[in-house]
């Protein structure tokens, strides 16, 4: 079955600085790694994902993600963050087999805080 | 406006009630879910449905119910059977490369 795990609850970072959102992910066949974002009581916005090609992913709003096929991760990334970007994150992987095939299984969210 | 609507926001149940949320797409997608959000925790799958009269179980779909009539319209009904529907219900539909696009929710409450 495949899985996905944040391993951060919350992230704090100041604004200006670099920011890593952790993600590490389990599925059988290839993977297919999204990355979204939400905002209190707001739907999720989907950032970017990752299906072949290049391990570095451009998204939305700066943000970058780097697929590690070794060590099945796929962390979030923004050179200099800013205080907008505080938010919930998720990360999750396409179900390949089994119930929900070609569904999203996500992680558990990771809040980020960016102090001004 | 391209997109994806649910309604209501915010939906009252009383004890022994079914109520049923809406989710209205616009994009085209043959592929629409529905996920239940609870706090701390990732998004769960309830029901889903690759096309038109055809939709599957999630990995909680116990107490609740679906229909896929119109390619446009995914309705959860949460049914008397489900003993803690407090949550946040997110409707989703898939597009090119396998990205999911979601509405904007509705928070269900039981009175």
């Known amino acids: 079955a495949q899985s996905v795990a944040q391993p951060e609850d919350q992230v704090n970072v100041a604004e200006g600085n670099p920011l890593t959102v952790k993600c590490t992910y389990s599925v059988s066949g290839n993977p297919y790694l999204f990355w979204y974002v939400q905002y209190p009581n707001r739907g999720l916005q989907f950032l970017l994902k990752y299906i072949t090609g290049d391990n570095l992913v451009k998204g939305s709003y700066g943000f970058e993600a780097e697929f590690n096929k070794s060590q099945t991760s796929f962390h979030l990334k923004k050179p200099s963050a800013l205080v907008s970007d505080s938010a919930l994150y998720f990360c999750?992987?396409?179900?390949?087999?089994?119930?929900?095939?070609?569904?999203?299984?996500f992680g558990s969210g990771t809040r980020l805080q960016v102090q001004p | 406006d391209g997109g994806i609507t649910q309604s209501p926001k915010y939906l009252f149940r009383k004890e022994g009630q079914n109520v049923t949320l809406s989710c209205e797409q616009n994009?085209?997608?043959?592929?629409m879910y529905w996920y239940r959000q609870d706090p701390g925790q990732g998004l769960r799958l309830i029901y889903y449905s690759q096309i038109v009269n055809d939709f599957q179980k999630g990995d909680i779909a116990e107490g609740y119910s679906v229909s896929r009539e119109k390619k446009e319209s995914f309705p959860l009904t949460v049914t008397s059977a489900q003993k803690n529907p407090t949550a946040f219900y997110l409707c989703?539909?898939?597009?090119?490369?396998?990205?999911?696009?979601f509405g904007p929710g509705t928070r269900l409450l039981v009175l």
């Open positions: 989703a539909s898939k597009g090119g490369q396998e990205t999911q696009y």
């Open positions: 994009l085209n997608h043959d592929a």
């Open positions: 999750a992987v396409r179900r390949n087999e089994g119930t929900g095939r070609r569904a999203l299984t």
